[in-house]
């Protein structure tokens, strides 16, 4: 079949449990050449999560450093007169992206794809500065990737639409005197909720025209 078809699309996101300030929300599509601009609360609670998607389904979420509450367990070696030293690092770093979250998106890629008996799909990541070990672990694997696609391609990337019916779902499905955890447990239903395999398959078919617009618009944004 055709790479793009049988692509995985993984992508992070942090999602504000408490996002807006005031009562009224912003529009869910600002007009052409409008730019709504967004408040956080700054005493809001946050989740960092990473996905992926297929034309027949969606892995697991995987909730990284960067989610409140949720310290990493990896440090971040530092070299001073005193010798070297250690902190923990924080944010998502290449050991946590190679250790956490790359085996289960893969693990979980592979059987939606073996059990459509598809035996050649590519692993979508983008250039973001932690994802090359991950490359390195897929390729030990004998697994397709594709590792130079631009981390600020927003318009290229499928897992954009995904995310932004996600965060709607959670919109309007979030409880706000919830716990973080609850929360956390309202962004996992509404994941599987927008991830149905007639969705993701329309999200994936739309690859090669997004691509088109994008090079007509010499790199701009695409009506997508």
Not at 38 to 48: F, N, W
Not at 103 to 124: C, N
Request: positive net charge; contains cysteine.
């Amino acid at each position: 079949g055709v790479a793009w078809r049988n692509g995985l699309y993984t992508d992070s996101k942090v999602f504000y449990q408490h996002p807006r300030l005031g009562d009224k929300p912003a529009p869910y599509w600002d007009a052409i050449g409008e730019h709504t601009p967004v408040e956080y609360s700054r005493g809001g609670k946050k989740v960092h999560v990473y996905g992926g998607v297929c034309r027949f389904g969606a892995t697991r979420l995987v909730f990284v450093t960067g989610t409140s509450g949720l310290k990493s367990k990896y440090k971040r070696q530092r070299t001073t007169s005193r010798g070297t030293r250690g902190s923990l690092q924080s944010g998502v770093c290449g050991a946590e992206y190679v250790n956490d979250v790359i085996p289960i998106l893969y693990t979980d890629g592979l059987a939606m794809f073996k059990e459509q008996r598809v035996h050649s799909w590519v692993f979508v990541h983008d250039k973001a500065s932690v994802h090359p070990g991950g490359s390195l672990y897929l390729k030990e694997k004998g697994q397709l990737v594709v590792e130079d696609w631009p981390s600020k391609g927003m318009d290229l990337n499928v897992m954009e639409n995904v995310w932004a019916q996600v965060d709607r779902k959670v919109a309007l499905a979030h409880d706000p005197d919830s716990t973080l955890e609850q929360y956390k447990q309202t962004l996992e239903e509404a994941w599987r909720t927008v991830c149905t395999p007639t969705y993701l398959a329309k999200c994936v078919e739309s690859v090669p025209s997004r691509l088109e617009e994008v090079v007509k618009a010499q790199g701009g944004m695409s009506p997508h």
